[in-house]
């Protein structure tokens, strides 16, 4: 069970990560009228 949840919650955070860090960028471009 352990084995496939670890990748599953790695996985997860990973995509939270990714997420969180287009939405800043997204804003900043936003913020900048690019």
Known sequence: MSA???PT???LT???LVIFFV???Y???KY???
């Open 4 to 6: 496939v949840c670890t």
């Open 9 to 11: 919650w790695l996985f």
């Open 14 to 16: 990973f995509l939270q």
């Open 27 to 29: 804003r900043s471009i």
């Open 23 to 25: 939405q800043e960028i």
């Open 32 to 34: 900048l009228k690019f």
